[in-house]
């Protein structure tokens, strides 16, 4: 039994390194904190350690009307943990809960890219893996990262942390390898009641933490299990969301200035010979390009049918941060500067992408978007944008300079003369090819636009 508290989460790590001290300058050991408390705890066993420190981002499920109170917990990669008796007791329809665990996803999503703020995530395969939060009250947050964890094939998974409940010490020993707590009071009301001092952990501590891990790490330890010739061949490869499988192309030239992710609109894809030609040109140009289907191709046949996906830029821009998010986990990728280019709906799933990744994403390309979709993130968005419009194409037009008014960033509309807004007229496709070329080449690539189309 716990006869004083601990001081802070400082001395709780601390104390946890010491029962940690065999795996010290492990090479194939790995620290994930839990967001936001357990990543100091965390921080300061993977000092001790001299390991890598990385995040592992789980989200509670509130009670309704009981926010504090965990029917359950959810992590990035769609794993869940539900409490059946509380479950019964809630007035969530199937459908509401379902809601619920979707919106909860695409927060973590977001979390995690803002934690990392562009890195890659440490590698956790064949490797022995500490998971630590600063306490566990009925364990279903670390339990759903344990278990997300399992599928990720470690070597070894222990489960580390200053204290417990009996509930939750049990919930930790069915899905780790090894549990290490210092100690488990009873009665158990709180985490916070056994801290001398449980003072909020915000998301710029998390952000300080990981950075200041690298210093006895540095930068390289994470290495991509995903290689990307150079070639202007495109490699066609999944990318995970939220539970669903997105199937993209990519371009990776040899020596490439920049990094362009396509957000194709409403009835589009990777396919889509419009935008195709367009990542053609910047390919020649020097840029790699992702050609990403936002939905999956059960998701598109229901859209035909329905229109439930296609306005859906929450979901879009979700989906669209994912692949930002690999895209930056890639060894050949990590460093070339970023943007966007959306067409239509896919405008809008940029510009809102772009507005919560502000430090990832550099420029972004509409083409007959509509950025009106975006709504609240206009203001946020700070990466250069450009508004490629038909002149024929008024209510788009009309659409772009309204939402323009609402930005503060650097920004552009450009008309493309006589083109509609599919732009299938002769050469008008051309000319936004051009356009885009010239924004990403300043604006990515600190390059002046060169006098004649590439090639």
């Known amino acids: 039994m716990l006869l004083t508290a601990l001081k802070n989460r400082k001395e709780a790590g601390q104390s946890l390194a010491l029962r940690l001290k065999d795996y010290s300058d492990g090479k194939d050991v790995v620290v994930l904190g839990l967001p936001r408390g357990g990543v100091p ?38 794993i869940r943990i539900i409490n059946a008796d509380l479950r019964e007791q809630s007035d969530f329809s199937d459908e509401g809960l379902e809601r619920l665990i979707h919106r909860k996803i695409l927060e973590l999503e977001r979390k995690e890219a803002l934690y990392r703020q562009g890195g890659a995530p440490a590698g956790v395969e064949n490797r022995t893996v500490i998971v630590v939060d600063d306490g566990v009250a009925t364990g279903a947050s670390i339990r759903a990262a344990l278990q997300a964890l399992r599928k990720m094939n470690p070597k070894t998974i222990i489960a580390a942390v200053p204290l417990a409940s009996e509930e939750g010490i049990h919930a930790m020993e069915l899905e ?90 409403s009835g589009s894809g990777r396919l889509s010979p419009r935008n195709r030609k367009v990542a053609a040109y910047l390919n020649e140009a020097g840029f790699g390009t992702i050609l990403l289907d936002l939905l999956t191709r059960e998701e598109e046949e229901l859209d035909w049918e329905t229109g439930e996906y296609r306005f859906d830029i929450g979901l879009l821009a979700g989906r669209l941060e994912a692949a930002t998010r690999w895209a930056k986990g890639q060894t050949k990728l990590s460093r070339l500067n970023l943007g966007y280019f959306g067409a239509s709906t896919g405008a809008a799933a940029a510009l809102s992408s772009a507005a919560r990744n502000r430090l990832m994403v550099k420029a972004v390309v509409s083409r007959g978007g509509r950025p009106d979709l975006s709504g609240e993130a206009l203001p946020l968005v700070s990466a250069p944008s450009l508004f490629i419009v038909g002149g024929e194409d008024r209510e788009v037009l009309s659409l772009s300079r309204r939402a323009l008014e609402a930005m503060q960033c650097e920004q552009e509309i450009i008309l493309v003369p006589g083109a509609t807004h599919r732009f299938e007229e002769p050469g008008a496709m051309d000319e936004v090819s051009r356009l885009a070329a010239d924004w990403f080449r300043l604006h990515l690539a600190g390059m002046q636009a060169p006098s004649a189309a590439p090639g």
Do not use: N
């Not at 499920?61 to 359950?72: I, N």
């Not at 669903?244 to 990094?259: E, K, Q, R």
């Open 176 to 265: 780790a390898d090894e549990t290490v707590c210092l100690q488990s009071p009873s009665p158990f009301f709180s985490v916070g009641q056994w801290y001398d001092d449980f003072s909020q952990v915000g998301d710029e501590d998390v952000i300080q933490c990981l950075s200041r891990a690298k210093e006895w790490i540095g930068t390289d330890h994470v290495k991509s299990d995903r290689p990307l010739p150079d070639s202007l061949t495109p490699v066609t490869l999944s990318i995970h969301s939220a539970g669903v499988s997105l199937t993209a192309d990519v371009i990776i030239p040899a020596g490439a200035s920049g990094l362009i992710l396509f957000a194709h609109g």
């Open 41 to 78: 705890v965390a921080f300061e066993i993977a000092k001790s350690l001299r390991v890598p420190l990385d995040v592992f981002v789980v989200g509670k499920l509130g009670f309704p009307g009981q926010p504090e109170l965990a029917m359950g917990a959810v992590t990035s990669q769609g």
